[in-house]
């Protein structure tokens, strides 16, 4: 499965951004039967599991990103988004999408203080 994610930046604390991950060369059936994540990557830490949403379109989130971030899918667009609100530094790091067994190259969120 290929996975294309962007909208990752530079903002400054407190800002806002939106995510994307498109699957552009799966067909909708396809895509609406798959689980999707988001995990990120800071440097010099653990990859992070962000946040999950499940083909029925219930949701899961770190500890960490609770009430700030909101994770949805457009089964139509075959598309997962990540709205993240409230943005601090230490959420900066590579953002990327995923399957059970797929992976996409990820966007990069810089959060300046």
């Known amino acids: 499965v290929q ?3 962007s909208g990752g930046g530079l903002v400054q604390a407190g800002g806002s951004l939106r995510l994307s991950c498109q699957a552009p060369r799966l067909i909708f059936s396809t895509f ?3 689980d999707m994540d988001w995990y990120r990557q800071a440097p010099g830490k653990e990859r992070e599991l962000v946040a999950s949403i499940s083909i029925s379109g219930s949701t899961k989130y770190a500890d960490s990103v609770r ?3 909101t994770i949805s ?5 075959k ?4 709205k993240m609100n409230s943005l601090k530094p230490d959420d900066t790091g ?3 999408c995923s399957t059970s067994t797929s992976r996409g190259h990820g966007t ?3 959060v300046s203080s």
């Open 3 to 5: 996975l294309q994610a």
């Open 32 to 34: 609406r039967g798959i």
């Open 67 to 69: 009430g700030r971030f």
């Open 73 to 77: 899918r457009d089964n139509s667009r």
């Open 79 to 82: 598309t997962v988004y990540l």
């Open 94 to 96: 590579l953002y990327y």
């Open 108 to 110: 990069l969120v810089t």
